[in-house]
């Protein structure tokens, strides 16, 4: 690993926690390795001079239309719930929260 | 009728207005070259029972002269695309067994004109790869030379191979970054990616939502008119779909291109790429000149940033849609002993390894301390792309390029992700700047692979694209099919 590397075991286990997907240890230097290789990929934008760049978050060019404020669809609580993995008088079910 | 599926859309829907055969036995004809092309892995989902008794209501309306757009028309549909009653993965573990109880807008507005799915088809998981060697059901392998085991390209690798392979008569497919071009390329087909914006995103498994769209992989230039015409629409539940008016794309073909201005980007080209690819880039040329068109060298400096920008961009946005496989509202759900354990086990054995790694990359580009650094960079240098190109347009009608720096590599050949990502070299920079882009075969290489050209027009010129592109499809006269597909 060369001595610039950006992600190490540390920063990966943040983001792991932060994204919910657990790091394993073990398995960990080669995904470590590949994420620093992109990190090193991507860095080539410093070379592109941004100064007084407007960032792109949208190419369409036109702003985000705005609708009545009416209800126009509902009644759709046996939908919403369909697919849930586990469900109980018309609410999804999750492990206990508070003790 | 000898054998039914070499007919494009516009031939099968002359043919069956004539009652040369019905509906009925052409959905029969192409479940059964579904079935002989299994071993190709297109299909993850089928819906053969569904198809046949639209057919019947096909043929009933052919009977009493009522016949829809594309009535009886046989599709496949990429897994990304949310069809209703029908399970649909996006080829991921996360998602087995969801069952959408609504239909995309998309493949809403093919059904409303009478085409029939089929089924649905293997793609990269959440359409991340290029190859489609991340779908969780395996991988789709390449009608061409398919004893070789060759990709089919991805992640639209199912729908282009299922088109090649003659197991649909066209397919959807949705393109980020190279999804509907690149495996178009790879098999020989059409793969056109309309103007952000033309298709509505409403119901379509989203990866990276300022990316995302979708489009038609089909046998010929003139089918790619017809679905693009039926696929587009203004969609009030798309606040990114565009009100703009969707031509007759498929009537109004055919236009002389005498006179336009052809750019060729000098930065469209790699180290290691194949003199098949560039001499069909020459051939292409010819073709243009040989009917009148001006053929002008350019550059488009910024190119080579592309990728970073969209492997910043994209893992962003994805790191953001992928939050919602939770375990809790649909897909699979592993359990654990607190809430959070439950995310973690869920989403761990739920994500493939590509998945995971742009996440993470998503994850870290937004982080607090990085966000400037890198994302706010990356969308500041995807302006100046955008910019890049509205200049060029100002010189030039349309931009030709390869699709691809290959052709259609073995499956399991590419191990270094980097060199995985440079497949999408070419097709990226319209992704990011949101124009139009159509491939199309032009010939074989010497391992007898197709070889894809790119079309990059401006902003909802698809019409322009297809008039181009249908002239250098008649001067190719590509006619060779794969040894994989069914007959």
């Known amino acids: 690993m060369s001595n610039n590397s950006k992600i190490d075991l540390d920063t990966l286990k943040k983001l792991g926690k932060l994204s919910r997907v657990p790091i394993n240890e073990t398995g960990s230097n080669k995904l470590i390795e590949d994420l620093n290789k992109i990190i090193g990929f991507i860095e080539q934008l410093n070379e592109v001079d941004t100064e007084s760049v407007n960032p792109l978050s949208s190419v369409t060019g036109h702003n985000l239309p705005i609708r009545e404020d009416v209800v126009d669809d509902g009644n759709k609580n046996d939908d919403v719930l369909e697919n849930a993995p586990e469900k109980k008088s018309g609410y999804f079910v999750v492990p206990k929260v508070i003790e | ?487």
């Open chain 2, 1 to 487: 009728m000898s054998n039914l599926l070499q007919f494009s859309i516009s031939e099968t829907l002359s043919l069956l207005e004539k009652k040369e055969f019905s509906t009925q036995e052409l959905v029969e004809t192409y479940i059964n070259a579904i079935e002989k092309t299994k071993d190709l892995n297109m299909y993850l989902t089928t819906c053969f029972d569904q198809a046949l008794e639209k057919a019947k209501i096909s043929d009933q309306n052919y009977l009493n002269g009522n016949q829809r757009f594309l009535e009886g028309i046989p599709l496949g549909v990429k897994d990304m695309f949310c069809t209703k009653g029908i399970e649909t993965t996006a080829s991921s573990k996360i998602l087995k067994k969801f069952i959408p109880t609504y239909e995309s807008t998309v493949t809403q507005n093919l059904w409303k004109e009478g085409a029939i799915n089929l089924g649905k088809l293997s793609c990269d998981e959440f359409a991340m790869g290029s190859s489609n060697e991340t779908a969780a059901k395996g991988e789709v392998i390449n009608p061409w030379n398919f004893e070789e085991k060759r990709t089919p390209g991805g992640s639209s690798g199912g729908s282009a191979a299922a088109v090649a392979a003659k197991a649909a008569l066209a397919a959807t497919g949705t393109d980020t970054g190279g999804s509907i071009r690149q495996p178009a390329a790879f098999c020989g087909v059409v793969g056109l990616k309309p103007t952000y914006g033309r298709c509505s995103r409403w119901g379509i498994v989203a990866f990276a939502s300022s990316l995302d769209q979708a489009g038609p992989i089909t046998r010929n230039v003139s089918d790619a008119a017809l679905m693009l015409q039926v696929m587009s629409s203004y969609d009030p539940k798309d606040s990114t779909s565009s009100n703009k008016d969707v031509p007759n794309f498929y009537n109004d073909l055919g236009k002389s291109i005498k006179g336009i201005k052809i750019g060729i980007p000098e930065e469209y080209n790699s180290d290691g790429i194949s003199s098949d690819i560039l001499n069909a880039k020459d051939m292409t040329i010819n073709f243009l000149k040989e009917n009148g068109a001006e053929i002008i060298p350019v550059k488009l400096p910024l190119t080579k940033y592309s990728l970073p920008v969209y492997y910043i961009v994209a893992p962003a946005e994805a790191s953001s849609n992928l939050a919602r496989y939770d375990g809790v509202r649909y897909g699979a759900r592993i359990d654990g002993n607190s809430l959070d354990e439950m995310y973690e086990n869920t989403r761990n054995l739920g994500f493939g390894d590509e998945v995971k790694r742009r996440i993470m990359i998503g994850t870290y580009v937004l982080s607090s301390g990085y966000y400037d650094a890198y994302y706010l960079k990356a969308q500041k240098v995807r302006r100046l792309i955008k910019n890049e190109f509205t200049e060029i347009f100002k010189q030039v009608d349309y931009l030709v390029t390869p699709t691809t720096p290959t052709t259609a590599f073995k499956l399991g050949s590419t191990q270094d992700l980097l060199t995985m990502y440079l497949n999408d070299v070419f097709t990226v920079p319209a992704s990011l700047a949101g124009i139009p882009g159509i491939s199309l075969p032009i010939k074989l290489d010497k391992n007898k692979l197709p070889v894809g050209i790119q079309i990059l027009g401006k902003d909802f010129d698809e019409q322009g694209l297809l008039n181009v592109a249908k002239v250098i499809e008649s001067c190719a006269s590509f006619k060779d099919t794969p040894n994989g597909a069914a007959s």
